[in-house]
């Protein structure tokens, strides 16, 4: 389960701006960027569809990316991934 943190603050070798889009294309442009980024790299992604969690919670789990931080502010959910050395495909 993802643990809910409050403080937003977190470095990022890269961020995806996914507010206003709906599911699958948060998962389907987060896919996409962690296959171009590095091992041990992280990405911020900020959506706005509340499925996101589900979504991302689910991605994670089954690709093997590590989710290390999820947060929610103003209708906003965050979410700080850890590229994997050997994503599983799906």
Do not use: W
Not at 25 to 44: A, D, R, S, W, Y
């Amino acid at each position: 389960m993802i643990e809910k943190a409050f403080n937003t603050e977190m470095h990022a070798d890269q961020t995806l701006d996914a507010k206003g889009l709906a599911c699958p294309l948060p998962i389907l442009k987060t896919k996409v960027l962690l296959n171009k980024m590095q091992p041990g790299e992280i990405l911020h992604v900020e959506a706005t569809d509340p499925h996101s969690v589900v979504d991302f919670e689910a991605y994670c789990a089954r690709t093997h990316h590590e989710m290390l931080k999820f947060y929610e502010s103003n209708n906003v959910f965050g979410f700080f991934i850890r590229c994997t050395a050997n994503p599983r495909k799906l």
